[in-house]
């Protein structure tokens, strides 16, 4: 008798066990899911961060440019005279 009790006892600890290993699957599986969303939320985040910068840096090389442009324009001016631009002698 006390035998068939101590099988019936591992039996009932070894299905418990089972069980808990489930559960405990399970959990891992929504915690992955939950850094998954924040991985590509933070990825999203990276990619738009991207774009701001190129676009600040697309504005700075107008500027850069249109200065550029503008400083050659001046000195070319200033060392030729003004007949190079309007087409006249003056």
Partial sequence: MRKAEKRKKKKKKKKKKKKK?????????KKKKKKDEEEEEEEKKKKERKKERNERKEKRD?????????SVFLSTIQTN????????DI
């Fill in 21 to 29: 290993k489930k559960k405990k699957k399970k959990k891992k599986k």
């Fill in 62 to 70: 107008i500027i850069d440019t249109d200065i550029r442009v503008t």
């Fill in 81 to 88: 005279g003004a007949d190079e631009f309007t087409g006249r």
